[in-house]
């Protein structure tokens, strides 16, 4: 019986892991429009210090989704999206973001991020020159 209960309280502990959990697309449905993940380079995911994972289809969502839930940023173990042409996690406080309308997002945020800092190499062609280079706190004002 005494195992059993150390068990099941290691099994618990596993299940409150503070880490990134990868997406799986066609599958995982955005936390804040019920719309299923399809597209990789707009995907982002909150994770709470409790090991809850929030996945989200678009940068407009996870922002909703923050501002709604009206939390401390400092209660998420990580704030992360996806960069734009290496479709793996970033976390929002070092990520490049670039709003334009020619952006076709999933959910209308015209929004993508990046981890390295914005160039002419890793803008996609659709957006023009007079691109805008904006931070969390901008995006979050912004959406």
Known sequence: MKYLLYI?????LLACTSEPEPITYGKDYCQFC???IMEPQFAGELIT???KVF??????????????E?????????????????????NVSEAHFVHDDNIK???GGQ???FKEKLSANNIP???????EELNWAEIKAML
Do not use: R, W
Request: aromatic share 16%; net charge neutral.
């Open 105 to 107: 997002s999933p959910m």
């Open 125 to 131: 062609a659709q957006i023009g020159k007079d691109y």
């Open 55 to 68: 996945k989200f289809d678009d940068v407009s969502c996870m922002v909703k989704y923050v501002n709604l």
């Open 70 to 90: 009206n939390l401390p940023e400092t209660e998420y173990a990580f704030i992360l999206i996806n960069d734009y042409n290496h479709k793996d996690f970033v």
């Open 111 to 113: 929004t993508i991020a």
């Open 34 to 36: 019920k719309m299923t």
């Open 8 to 12: 099941a309280i290691f099994f618990s």
């Open 49 to 51: 210090k409790k090991g």
